[in-house]
């Protein structure tokens, strides 16, 4: 498992209050996780500091689900 | 009763704008008063300091986005993240309505409605991740009544209203409460600019028998920006001497 993948995995985990073992690289924020569309906002608001970046709304609302958050942080920062 | 919280007050150089960023600097938060004029934004930071106050005035154009995006920036950077939002820079421009021009209607609708979308927002970072906010609109009476002549200002105010309702439901699982305070008639520049026989006639229809003071509005802003107030939200608190009974 790559770093990055781990760290979005905690952050995804303490954002929505659900066990780190629950955040499943493909499973959804809203489907699988219980988030509500301000939890995802909240989200993306949390990865943009821990990764220090800004995420821009048209690529936020993309995000649904861990794969792509990692995806996104992959291609643009790693 | 504050944990020094920041508390951003639009219009705050002179009226009800000022004496509630008086009161919120009095009841102990860090208190940022805006202004459209750098004149305006040194007379802020000279009552804020006079009472002790670590704020300051800003330079701030509500009806600009760019702007909005910079002072927020500055405040959250020298202060730390408002949590309390004081919506009050507003603007008239009456007309009946057959003779009302665009930029007439376009202004207030811009400095006083289109405003609360974008201060409010570039604030709802810092509030959600707070778990604790307060945003207060100051309204009119004239949202509920109506106006001669202020159809415009009128729209911006009832919807002032709405927006406050929307939000409080959008911002509850955060804490964050959004409520309006909507005063009568209280003196101050705005209502001096009325002609003497439109305030005669208007003390007539308010029960306590005069215009309102700013200190009077700011007493209940400042109760809905406390902890107490903590399960008020999406309500329009009406402050007119009685004129208006919702």
Known sequence: MSNIEERVKKIVAEQLGVKEDEVQTEASFVEDLGADSLDTVELVMALEEEFETEIPDEEAEKITTVKLAIDYINENLA | ??????????????????????????????????????????????????????????????????????????????FGAPTVLVNNAGITRDNILMRMKDDEWDSVINTNLNALYRVSK???????????????????VVGAMGNMGQSNYAATK??????????????????????????????????????????????????????????????????????????????TIHVNGGMYMA
Request: negative net charge; proline residues 2%.
């Open chain 2, 1 to 78: 009763m504050s944990d020094n919280k920041i508390a951003l007050v639009t219009g705050a150089s002179r009226g009800i704008g000022k004496a509630i960023a008086e009161h919120l600097a009095n009841d102990g938060m860090t208190v940022i008063g805006t202004a459209t004029s750098n004149g305006g934004a040194e007379a802020i930071t000279a009552y804020l300091s006079a009472l002790g106050n670590e704020g300051c005035g800003m330079r701030l154009d509500v009806a600009d986005s760019d702007s909005v995006t910079e002072v927020i920036k500055a405040i959250t950077e020298r």
């Open chain 2, 122 to 140: 570039a604030c709802l970072r810092g509030m959600t991740k707070a778990r604790w906010g307060r945003i207060v609109n100051i309204t009119s």
């Open chain 2, 158 to 235: 009832a919807g002032a209203q709405g927006f406050a309702r929307a939000l409080a439901r959008e911002l509850g699982s955060r804490a964050v409460t959004v409520n309006s305070v909507a005063p009568g008639f209280i003196d101050t520049d705005m209502t001096r600019e009325l002609p003497d026989a439109q305030r005669d006639a208007l003390q007539g229809q308010i029960p306590l028998g005069r215009l309102g003071d700013p200190a009077e509005i700011a007493a209940v802003v400042s109760f809905l920006c406390s902890n107490a107030a903590g399960y008020v939200t999406g309500e």
